[in-house]
């Protein structure tokens, strides 16, 4: 079974960015549950979709529920928060620092891995913040989340010994800044009236490219706190406030304060007869399962998901990398590298530069 | 979504595992799970364990893809493959 990957290939002249295409072989996967009775595709999903299994089972139930019930619904799931809160703390904890030769908190990340996949209410136990506290951000993630100025924010990452300032300084000091960025249409906090009219039918032809009133979107930690004061200020530092975004995310996951969008949050909702759409919001984005049943048979199943929007070919990636300056194929290598780790594929990737050494 | 295989450890290797399945072999890194014992089954998703597995579920997994694989191959009757993934836990 060949679970498909992203292949991104960039063309540098003239010391730029001149050039980025992204393919995906992913495979349809969903098309497996066609033809199956509902009862089977809700067991087959968290199964076969393991990666992030906690939210496709909520997806595939809140989608059938939808069906059943008619109704809409809105509520936290904190199966999902924990999970995303894992992925977080990954990222955080031991890709980030790798990426940025710092040393990663393997031992740590393991212990906290453990402790939530065997209980999500530890999410928003005090043993939790006070690890970030301790060992992560340098101070109580509440008062943490405060640092909503710039300047506070700059006096944090420039003098805290914590392990999430000195990845925000050095990340900084890696050339991260960036004047004139292309703008990323972000995915907004999404009702079901609006997705409702927007998206009559889900089809696997927008499951391989989605997009938000005619524009690839961007979705995530950061799509979802954009308007943020911090974040906002941090605008012409696309992977710093990638970064940071993913911390507040964290932090505010430990408070327990779910009334923001945060992951976790699952929408569910009846389309047509027979038709019935789930929204959960999980650590990599937006992930949407349509379910379509016809005779209590699967008769359309679509699975969009958060990969699809965040490296969507005319998407974030190339409106955060093209016309970038680069001094070196390295130096290349290095910022589509980090930029593909600021948006977090859950799929194997591959980068290719074509370096054309400026005259 | 992103697919994983369900993986058989061969050979441990401190925080590495040599493991097999659909006809794979691989060095897992073993960071989200924490020590395995040759024998166990794991999930296995980019080179990381990801999750551990008992033989049921592992079963299970792998019937699932292989439900998928003759999808995309184009073969409808793949029936036999569900009975093993839908059997009650």
């Known amino acids: ?359 | 979504m992103c697919l994983g295989i369900p993986m058989r450890v061969m050979e441990c290797e401190g925080v590495f595992a040599w493991c097999e399945g659909r006809g794979r072999r691989e060095r897992l890194n073993l960071l989200w799970i924490g020590e395995v014992q040759p024998g166990e089954w794991v999930y296995a998703v980019l080179g990381q364990a990801r999750e551990r597995l008992d033989e049921q579920r592992a079963r299970q997994i792998d019937a699932g893809l292989d439900a998928l694989e003759a999808v995309l191959a184009g073969r409808t009757e793949f029936d036999p493959y569900f009975d093993d993934l839908l059997r009650p836990d």
């Open chain 1, 1 to 359: 079974m060949d679970p498909g990957k992203l292949e991104i290939r960039v063309r540098c002249a003239a010391g730029r960015i001149a050039a980025l295409t992204v393919a995906s072989s992913r495979p349809e996967a969903a098309r497996v549950l066609h033809g199956r009775s509902a009862a089977q595709a809700v067991t087959m999903v968290p199964q076969l979709f393991a990666l992030c299994g906690r939210a496709q089972g909520v997806a595939a139930m809140a989608a059938r529920a939808a069906i059943e019930e008619e109704a809409f619904a809105a509520r936290h799931d904190a199966g999902v928060a924990a999970e995303a809160a894992q992925e977080h703390l990954w990222r955080l904890l031991c890709a980030w620092p790798r990426e940025l030769d710092l040393a990663p908190q393997d031992a740590d990340f393991g212990r906290w891995r453990r402790i939530l996949a065997a209980d999500p209410s530890a999410l928003v136990g005090p043993d939790l913040r006070d690890f970030l506290a301790q060992r992560l951000l340098g101070m109580a993630p509440g008062a943490w989340l405060e640092l909503s100025r710039a300047e506070e924010f700059e006096a944090w990452c420039r003098n805290s010994p914590a392990p999430a300032a000195q990845l925000c300084r050095t990340l900084e000091g890696n050339g991260d800044s960036w004047n004139e960025p292309r703008p990323v249409v972000h995915l907004p906090a999404l009702d079901a009236t609006m997705v409702a009219d927007d998206w009559p039918v889900l089809s696997a032809a927008f499951a391989l490219r989605p997009q938000w009133r005619g524009r690839p979107s961007e979705t995530g930690a950061y799509a979802r706190r954009h308007e943020d004061p911090l974040l906002a200020a941090l605008a012409t530092r696309p992977l710093l406030a990638r970064l940071v975004a993913r911390l507040q995310e964290l932090a505010a996951l430990t408070r327990g304060d779910f009334a923001l969008p945060l992951p976790g949050a699952v929408m569910a909702f009846p389309l047509d007869k027979g038709r019935g759409r789930a929204l959960v919001e999980t650590a990599r984005g937006l992930l949407m399962h349509e379910l379509t049943l016809l005779d209590g048979r699967v008769a359309d199943y679509v699975i969009v998901a958060p990969t699809e929007w965040n490296f969507h070919p005319d998407g974030a990636l190339p409106a955060l990398l093209a016309g970038r300056a680069c001094a070196s194929e390295p130096q290349a290598a290095t910022l589509v590298r980090r930029t593909v780790l600021a948006l977090d594929p859950c799929v194997a990737h591959e980068i290719n530069i074509d370096w054309q050494a400026p005259p």
